[in-house]
């Protein structure tokens, strides 16, 4: 029965994972943000509004209903909802590097327990940054390469993160991809507001 059991849930996480769009996550290796919540909020829309409007003529009394109202309630539902997600999210995330860097300043060189702690605790850091998909945004990629770039922060999260090396690896070859198109982003921006002002 246990067995069984298991089984349904893997297989329901997937449905959920296409139903409410977070697959668009994991394809497009996109960091969360308002664009990819959109997007979702479309797509989340876009296969409940036929099933609302199924259910209200099996079910309901008038036998019809206005489709742009259902669905603009529907998209706006989902929207926020899934903004509300994201910006929690963002702010765990942001909040757990503070407390890092702060725990940081009060650590000595010598105190090698209290650097190991760091060190585990920003491995901790770029796991979360990956499982909620925010290890490729902006203001993020830089702190991953970084504390990736210390040995210490590597080894803790390949001893301690499901995946190990292979995972880390395939995280730091994401946000190198993610920093470099961030820069050439950066670089065409600040020429294209030079050759304005001149």
Known sequence: MNQYFSCFLRCWNIVIKYLSGERLLTCTKRPNGGDIVTLRALLVSSWMTPVAIYLDCLF????????????????????????????????YLANLYNQIKATETVIADGDTKGLRVIAEWK??????????????????VSTILIWGS?????????????????????????????????????????????????
């Open 60 to 91: 309901g009394n008038s036998h019809q209903i206005d489709i742009i109202p259902t669905l603009g309630t529907i998209f706006a539902a989902s929207y926020f909802g899934l903004y509300a997600r994201f910006a929690s999210q963002w702010s």
């Open 123 to 140: 491995a901790g850091f770029m796991e979360d940054a990956q499982d909620l998909h925010l290890a490729t945004k902006k203001n993020v």
């Open 150 to 198: 210390d040995k210490a922060v590597s080894k803790a999260f390949a001893d301690h993160t499901p995946g190990g090396k292979e995972r880390f690896n395939a995280l730091i070859k994401d946000v190198k991809a993610a920093y470099d198109l961030h820069e050439k982003a950066l670089v065409k921006k600040i020429g294209s507001g030079t050759t304005a002002a001149s």
